[in-house]
């Protein structure tokens, strides 16, 4: 019985936060759009995301490349079938291994560590210190980061996606002597408008997701050490679980426009 | 009560400078937390009023509701004759320029240079002085004051418990405040630290004549920087007095304050 209640607890618990996380979306469109403008701030955070993760990145994507390439190929070997393998690996890549892993990468990356700095700014009361010196912290902190993130996670996805590719292609070369062109141009050739336009608006929203759930826990934070180790952790696990549904939701929508 | 009444009815004084800042009937609560009771305080212009009390009475509960960090549930804050409750974010935030604030645990912006910090309060507030001055000038006089000038580029990080004291105090001078309210300025340094900033407190208001707020529950913080003392117990102003007037009374709740 008591299991039973506390599941319903935690199920409660969790509308309650999503309430919350609208309302501190809602607030984000509000205040973004009205000046005065955080452009310094902003650019220095694109910078500070862009050079924390782009070697993380590039290490995922480059092994995700080799890995997918290597396990695939005896089976397509079995049917005669490796020259399909560069259509293969660039659909499953750009349309959905790459933006989703990417993307967990940079939750585990940024969004704790928005968790963490936002969290421990409040609990030391910078947050509280900025708002008294006329600088109000919504815009100067969570607007900038929330900005940066839609903007860095699409770009660090392409760039992700490119050395998986690349990868790929390392491995085709050495046990197929496949070029480079020829490589290449398969892969472009197999990629449609219909598989490139759905996987970057929808990493868009993942870079939404991962600085808004980061923002949001760290904005919020509890008092004490604990709040900031808690802020983080809870930032990565939110976001993560906020990803696969965005993901399933765009497979959906996307399913949805090829019917038509 | 009756000790209350008796020291609070003292003769008034008619040639008592202006009021700049009042609370009356000031409740707050958490839940069932009830922290402020009906708290009410005065400050006149140019004095240092002392306020003690016991941690987690509600000491920065109540400084919080002062600037407008912290909603009251009900009760009037007047700050130099503006109503806060009632202020729009734009006045409100004119009227914090005349307000400092020293952060508990100094709240220095921890991913920003000592300059940095300095110049961070005046990027909302440059209009509040002639063009004339600029801000490296402005950083550098604020910094002299607490005799840090050599720190200017170093992180908060490098910087000692007493310093960054120094700094945030700078900080809060740098808009040269017309009142400084100072949330517990000598809580977690040592003794000889303390005293230094101490002293550093009342070269200020001599220097700039500021009306100060001082909340602690340091005794010997408030026997040398008090020109009047109010004690806060159970959520409510519990007595006013001098120094002198407060460690002679005889009631027991009194007392607990000044036994060492
Ligand atoms: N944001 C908050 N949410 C809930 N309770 C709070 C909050 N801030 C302070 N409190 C509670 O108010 C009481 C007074 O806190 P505080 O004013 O920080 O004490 P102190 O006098 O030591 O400065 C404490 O019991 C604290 O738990
Ligand atoms: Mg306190």
Redesign the pocket.
């Given at each position: 019985m008591s299991g039973i209640k506390s599941i319903e607890n935690q199920f409660n618990s969790f509308l309650k936060e999503i309430g919350e996380l609208s309302y501190f979306a809602g607030r984000y469109f509000k205040e973004a759009l009205k000046p005065p403008f955080e452009f310094k701030e902003l650019l220095r955070q694109c910078y500070s995301m862009g050079n924390r993760s782009l070697l993380l990145v590039a290490i995922t994507g480059f092994i995700i490349g080799l890995v997918l390439t290597l396990q695939t190929r005896p089976t397509l070997l079995e049917f005669g079938a490796v020259s399909w393998m560069p259509s293969m690996v660039g659909i499953s890549i750009v349309r959905e291994i790459g933006p989703m892993i990417m993307a967990l990468v940079c939750a585990g990356r940024i969004g704790s560590g928005i968790g963490a700095e936002l969290g421990s700014m409040r609990v030391t009361e910078q947050i509280d210190a900025m708002e008294v010196s006329g600088t109000n912290p919504f815009k100067y902190l969570v607007v900038t980061r929330i900005l940066a993130t839609t903007l860095m996670i699409p770009l660090l996805i392409i760039i992700g996606d490119a050395i998986a590719l690349y990868g790929s292609f390392l491995v085709e070369n050495l046990k197929g002597n496949v070029s480079f062109t020829l490589y290449f141009n398969q892969v472009f050739d197999s990629l449609e408008f219909g598989d490139i336009l759905p996987a970057t608006i929808k990493s868009f929203f993942f870079g939404f997701a991962i600085g808004l759930v980061g923002c949001f826990k760290g904005y919020y934070c509890k008092?004490g050490t604990a709040g900031v180790g808690k802020a983080a952790n809870s930032a990565v696990v939110f976001t993560s679980l906020l990803l696969f549904v965005i993901d399933f939701i765009a497979v959906f929508v996307a399913d949805i426009f090829y019917e038509l | 009560m009756k000790e209350t009444q008796d020291i609070a009815n003292q003769p008034k004084n008619l040639e008592r400078p202006p009021i700049v800042l009042q609370i009356k009937d000031l409740y707050k609560s958490?839940?069932e937390?009830n922290?402020l009771n009906g708290f009410n305080m005065t400050l006149y212009k140019g004095e240092n009023l002392v306020i003690m009390?016991?941690?987690?009475?509600?000491?920065?509960?109540?400084?919080?509701c002062l600037v407008g960090l912290?909603e009251a549930d009900s009760g009037s804050i007047t700050v130099m004759d503006k109503d806060i409750t009632t202020l729009n974010q734009e006045t409100l935030d004119i009227l914090r320029a005349d307000i400092g604030f020293l952060f508990?645990g100094s709240a220095l912006y921890d991913s920003m240079t000592v300059r940095e910090n300095l110049e961070f309060p005046l990027r909302r507030h440059s209009e509040k002085f002639d063009h004339k001055t600029d801000t490296n000038t402005m950083v550098i006089e604020a910094l002299k004051n607490v005799g840090l000038e050599s720190a200017i580029d170093l992180m908060p990080s490098e910087l000692s418990g007493g310093m960054k004291r120094r700094v945030a105090l700078a900080r809060t001078l740098i808009l040269q405040p017309k009142i400084i309210l100072y949330?517990?300025p000598t809580s977690g340094l040592d003794p000889i630290t303390s005293k230094e900033i101490i002293l550093l407190m009342k070269d200020i208001q001599t220097k700039y004549n500021t009306s100060s707020l001082i909340?602690t529950?340091d005794v010997d913080c408030a026997r040398y920087i008090s020109d009047r003392m109010i004690l806060?117990i159970d959520g409510v102003d519990y007595t006013v007095g001098t120094f002198k007037e407060l460690s002679a009374s005889n009631d027991p709740k009194i007392r607990a304050f000044f036994k060492q």
């Amino acid at each position: 019985m008591s299991g039973i209640k506390s599941i319903e607890n935690q199920f409660n618990s969790f509308l309650k936060e999503i309430g919350e996380l609208s309302y501190f979306a809602g607030r984000y469109f509000k205040e973004a759009l009205k000046p005065p403008f955080e452009f310094k701030e902003l650019l220095r955070q694109c910078y500070s995301m862009g050079n924390r993760s782009l070697l993380l990145v590039a290490i995922t994507g480059f092994i995700i490349g080799l890995v997918l390439t290597l396990q695939t190929r005896p089976t397509l070997l079995e049917f005669g079938a490796v020259s399909w393998m560069p259509s293969m690996v660039g659909i499953s890549i750009v349309r959905e291994i790459g933006p989703m892993i990417m993307a967990l990468v940079c939750a585990g990356r940024i969004g704790s560590g928005i968790g963490a700095e936002l969290g421990s700014m409040r609990v030391t009361e910078q947050i509280d210190a900025m708002e008294v010196s006329g600088t109000n912290p919504f815009k100067y902190l969570v607007v900038t980061r929330i900005l940066a993130t839609t903007l860095m996670i699409p770009l660090l996805i392409i760039i992700g996606d490119a050395i998986a590719l690349y990868g790929s292609f390392l491995v085709e070369n050495l046990k197929g002597n496949v070029s480079f062109t020829l490589y290449f141009n398969q892969v472009f050739d197999s990629l449609e408008f219909g598989d490139i336009l759905p996987a970057t608006i929808k990493s868009f929203f993942f870079g939404f997701a991962i600085g808004l759930v980061g923002c949001f826990k760290g904005y919020y934070c509890k008092k004490g050490t604990a709040g900031v180790g808690k802020a983080a952790n809870s930032a990565v696990v939110f976001t993560s679980l906020l990803l696969f549904v965005i993901d399933f939701i765009a497979v959906f929508v996307a399913d949805i426009f090829y019917e038509l | 009560m009756k000790e209350t009444q008796d020291i609070a009815n003292q003769p008034k004084n008619l040639e008592r400078p202006p009021i700049v800042l009042q609370i009356k009937d000031l409740y707050k609560s958490f839940g069932e937390n009830n922290v402020l009771n009906g708290f009410n305080m005065t400050l006149y212009k140019g004095e240092n009023l002392v306020i003690m009390g016991k941690s987690g009475s509600g000491k920065s509960v109540m400084i919080k509701c002062l600037v407008g960090l912290m909603e009251a549930d009900s009760g009037s804050i007047t700050v130099m004759d503006k109503d806060i409750t009632t202020l729009n974010q734009e006045t409100l935030d004119i009227l914090r320029a005349d307000i400092g604030f020293l952060f508990q645990g100094s709240a220095l912006y921890d991913s920003m240079t000592v300059r940095e910090n300095l110049e961070f309060p005046l990027r909302r507030h440059s209009e509040k002085f002639d063009h004339k001055t600029d801000t490296n000038t402005m950083v550098i006089e604020a910094l002299k004051n607490v005799g840090l000038e050599s720190a200017i580029d170093l992180m908060p990080s490098e910087l000692s418990g007493g310093m960054k004291r120094r700094v945030a105090l700078a900080r809060t001078l740098i808009l040269q405040p017309k009142i400084i309210l100072y949330d517990e300025p000598t809580s977690g340094l040592d003794p000889i630290t303390s005293k230094e900033i101490i002293l550093l407190m009342k070269d200020i208001q001599t220097k700039y004549n500021t009306s100060s707020l001082i909340i602690t529950h340091d005794v010997d913080c408030a026997r040398y920087i008090s020109d009047r003392m109010i004690l806060l117990i159970d959520g409510v102003d519990y007595t006013v007095g001098t120094f002198k007037e407060l460690s002679a009374s005889n009631d027991p709740k009194i007392r607990a304050f000044f036994k060492q």
